[in-house]
């Protein structure tokens, strides 16, 4: 298995463009959830899915838009890139039960300038 | 107050050293998560407690249902164990993170 996968690793923005985080897992999870980490902080929830076709907002949703429409995929889009969204982005897959491991990607590092 | 608290917030020690990592958490929560982010970024699932003890290898996860906090403890800990270790409470399916401790063993 390759686990939970992102991709790019590594984006440079300019202020206003638009870009797609890719998150892909292959353990069949139903739980994926997208964090922020800036730097000196916890991580923070921008948007989850437990399912397929299903997806609800986090504690920092504003400026994002996520779509569940597979098991295995679950982009996170930025609409109008913003400096304020420098930041590492995680995505996150588990089952649904409560003391299911949690799984992370490798994350994906977004300057946007 | 944040729901998740953990404490300290920066530890450095002598490898060999016994360490201590402690998390309290709020009303709500109804199991803990311990992960630990390496320097490279990455993030590795440790223990997930709902009550007792774990252990796998040299950590060892304890939580307390009573009083709403749970320690991370490293037995003989060696320069690899550096890293930001983050509990994280669970509410709802959801998960609450601390702010993460920055651990340095020093060799």
């Known amino acids: 298995n390759a686990g939970v996968t992102q991709t790019p690793k590594f984006q440079v923005l300019k202020t206003g463009q638009s870009m797609t985080l890719q998150c892909a897992q292959d353990?069949?999870?139903?739980?994926m959830s997208w964090y922020r980490q800036d730097p000196g902080m916890g991580l923070r929830l921008i948007h989850y899915?437990?399912?397929?076709?299903?997806?609800d907002q986090g504690e920092v949703p504003n400026g994002y838009n996520v779509s569940r429409s597979t098991t295995e995929d679950f982009p996170l889009r930025l609409l109008s890139a913003a400096p304020s969204q420098t930041s590492v982005y995680f995505c996150?897959?588990?089952?649904?039960?409560?003391?299911?491991?949690?799984?992370f990607g490798p994350g994906t590092r977004l300057l946007v300038l | 107050k944040n729901e998740v608290e953990q404490s300290p917030q920066n530890l450095t020690a002598q490898e060999g050293e016994f360490i201590t990592i402690n998390c309290s958490y709020s009303?709500?929560?109804?199991?803990l998560h311990w992960l630990q982010q390496h320097p490279g970024g990455g993030i590795v699932s440790l223990f997930m407690?709902?009550?007792?003890?774990k252990k796998h290898g040299r950590l060892i996860a304890t939580i307390n249902i009573q009083e709403k906090h749970s320690s991370l403890h490293i037995t003989a800990s060696h320069p690899r164990d550096s890293a930001v270790y983050i509990c994280?409470?669970?509410?709802?399916?959801?998960?609450?993170w601390g702010a993460g401790t920055k651990l340095i063993i020093k060799p």
């Open positions: 996150a897959s588990r089952n649904s039960g409560l003391g299911e491991t949690q799984y």
């Open positions: 353990m069949n999870h139903e739980y």
């Open positions: 899915s437990v399912g397929a076709g299903i997806t």
């Open positions: 009303v709500g929560i109804s199991a």
């Open positions: 407690l709902s009550s007792g003890k």
């Open positions: 994280a409470g669970v509410r709802n399916y959801q998960l609450i």
